[in-house]
Each structure stands twice: as structure tokens, then as C-alpha cells.
């Protein structure tokens, strides 16, 4: 089950049908933040190398040891496009596991609107960053499935409060 609408309630039998108990792995999933920002009607997505292949995602990374999410996702934005922005809600928070090596993730992904393009130089590992429609992102290799699900739940209106996260 899904916990996208606020009706929806997750019990204890709803679990068992869908999820087994047996524990596959003891590794705890990586936090990662990942930030839709939208001017214009596009989507500003960075480009860089994942084995090999050039592959495009939102501004995403890993949240350090010593932040909070969300100060992750003003961090990612700025090393990843050089852009400031301003958080606005909450589109939504992910489990994925990479189907190429198992490494689980949880990925928080917020809202955003653009503030200035600073001169900051980009993360070495971005090739470059990019404004993006949805028609010219589904022509392109996706780093993870989560990537256009994002957009997507961003477009159906999926906002939730930046106070959900306690600090």
C-alpha cells in the first residue's frame, strides 16, 4: 500500500500481506535528498557519469553526518547547479534499492523554487546542469527510476509541510 493520500492508513495486516519479515539484509538504507525545481514549466536536472553513462537527476545527494536533511538539499542544490534556492514542501519520501548492486536507499525529496544562479563552481562530478521539460527528460537515461516519479508526483500536486521534519 501506498501512503500517498491522507486517507490512507497503514495497519499491522496491511503489512504482513504486503512486506515479508524475513531480513534480507542487515545494511541500513542511505539518506538521500533530492530537490525538484521548477521555473517556467522545466525542471532543473543535473547531468553526470554513472558507470560509464551519462544519466540525468534531480539535484541529489547523500545527507552528511553532521546536517539535517534539509540543510542537505540547500547543500545539493548549490554544489550540484550552482543555483540557490528556497525549499517549499515536501513532494515526498522514497524507498528505492538499486537493482544493480542491492544498496537500498530513502530518499527525501522537496520542492523548490529558484532564488539566483550564484557563480559557484558545479561538483566535479556534474558534467553540467540543465532546465528540462517532462517531454525532453523522458528522452533521456534516468539515473533511477525515481526520477520521473518524482516529477510526476510533483505535477499531480504532491506538497507536503516543510514542519513534517522535526528537528
Same mark, same amino acid.
Request: with cysteine.
Given at each position: 500500500?501506498?501512503?500517498?493520500?491522507?486517507?490512507? +492508513?497503514?495497519?499491522?495486516?496491511?503489512?504482513?500481506?504486503?512486506?515479508?519479515? +524475513?531480513?534480507?539484509? +542487515?545494511?541500513?538504507?542511505?539518506?538521500?535528498?533530492?530537490?525538484?525545481?521548477?521555473?517556467?514549466?522545466?525542471?532543473?536536472?543535473?547531468?553526470?557519469?554513472?558507470?560509464?553513462?551519462? =544519466?540525468?537527476?534531480?539535484?541529489?545527494?547523500?545527507?552528511?553526518?553532521?546536517?539535517?536533511?534539509?540543510?542537505?538539499?540547500?547543500? &545539493?542544490?548549490? &554544489?550540484?547547479?550552482?543555483?540557490?534556492?528556497?525549499?517549499?514542501?515536501?513532494?515526498?519520501?522514497?524507498?528505492? +534499492?538499486?537493482?544493480?548492486?542491492?544498496?537500498? /536507499?530513502?530518499? =527525501?525529496?522537496?520542492?523548490?523554487? *529558484?532564488?539566483?544562479?550564484? &557563480?559557484?563552481?558545479?561538483? *566535479?562530478?556534474?558534467?553540467?546542469?540543465?532546465?528540462?521539460?517532462?517531454?525532453?527528460?523522458?528522452?533521456?537515461?534516468?539515473?533511477?527510476?525515481?526520477?520521473?516519479?518524482?516529477?510526476?508526483? /510533483?505535477?499531480?500536486?504532491?506538497?507536503? *509541510?516543510?514542519?513534517?521534519?522535526?528537528?
Amino acid at each position: 500500500m501506498a501512503l500517498t493520500h491522507e486517507t490512507e +492508513t497503514l495497519t499491522q495486516e496491511d503489512n504482513k500481506k504486503s512486506a515479508s519479515f +524475513t531480513r534480507q539484509s +542487515t545494511a541500513l538504507p542511505h539518506l538521500t535528498v533530492a530537490v525538484v525545481v521548477e521555473r517556467e514549466g522545466k525542471f532543473l536536472f543535473v547531468e553526470e557519469e554513472d558507470n560509464g553513462e551519462i =544519466v540525468y537527476n534531480q539535484p541529489a545527494g547523500h545527507v552528511e553526518s553532521d546536517e539535517t536533511v534539509t540543510e542537505a538539499a540547500l547543500r &545539493e542544490a548549490l &554544489e550540484e547547479t550552482a543555483w540557490e534556492v528556497n525549499l517549499n514542501s515536501i513532494v515526498g519520501i522514497y524507498h528505492h +534499492t538499486a537493482p544493480s548492486n542491492g544498496v537500498r /536507499y530513502v530518499r =527525501v525529496c522537496f520542492a523548490a523554487s *529558484p532564488v539566483r544562479l550564484t &557563480e559557484s563552481s558545479l561538483d *566535479p562530478d556534474i558534467l553540467g546542469a540543465h532546465w528540462l521539460t517532462l517531454t525532453e527528460l523522458s528522452q533521456l537515461t534516468l539515473r533511477s527510476p525515481l526520477v520521473l516519479k518524482v516529477v510526476q508526483d /510533483y505535477l499531480a500536486g504532491a506538497r507536503y *509541510p516543510l514542519t513534517l521534519i522535526q528537528t
